[in-house]
Nanobody
Framework: VQLQASGGGLVQAGGSPRLSCAASGSIFSINVMGWYRQAPGKQRELVATITSGRRTNYADFVKGRFAISRDNAKNTVYLQMNSLKPEDTAMYYC???????????WGQGTQVTVSS
């Protein structure tokens, strides 16, 4: 299984980029995909997750600003980021959970830098 994330970059505060992460390989129909982020000097933290049934879960710090969605036919998860703040600057990683590998699979990360 491989995960390829894209869509990051340098964004002005208040901007609205969209991250994408495409999974390839042996992907089961029932799974959970999610986004995590890690800022310099900080631990990696959950941003949002979505099940194959499109049930979502968000960290409190992004509720109302970010939206996670997915296209099951493309095995792709998206993160629509709105009203970005400088403190949202981080490397954003996608992750896939499915049966047979409790630790999941990580993508390579995409950097989002928010300028004030």
């Amino acid at each position: 299984v491989q995960l390829q994330a894209s869509g990051g970059g340098l964004v002005q505060a208040g901007g609205s980029p969209r991250l994408s992460c495409a999974a390839s390989g042996s992907i089961f129909s029932i799974n959970v995909m999610g986004w995590y982020r890690q800022a310099p000097g900080k631990q990696r933290e959950l941003v949002a997750t979505i099940t194959s049934g499109r049930r979502t879960n968000y960290a409190d710090f992004v509720k109302g600003r970010f939206a996670i969605s997915r296209d099951n036919a493309k095995n792709t998860v998206y993160l629509q980021m709105n009203s970005l703040k400088p403190e949202d600057t981080a490397m954003y990683y996608c992750k896939l959970y499915q049966s047979g590998r409790p630790e999941g699979y990580w993508g390579q990360g995409t950097q989002v830098t928010v300028s004030s």
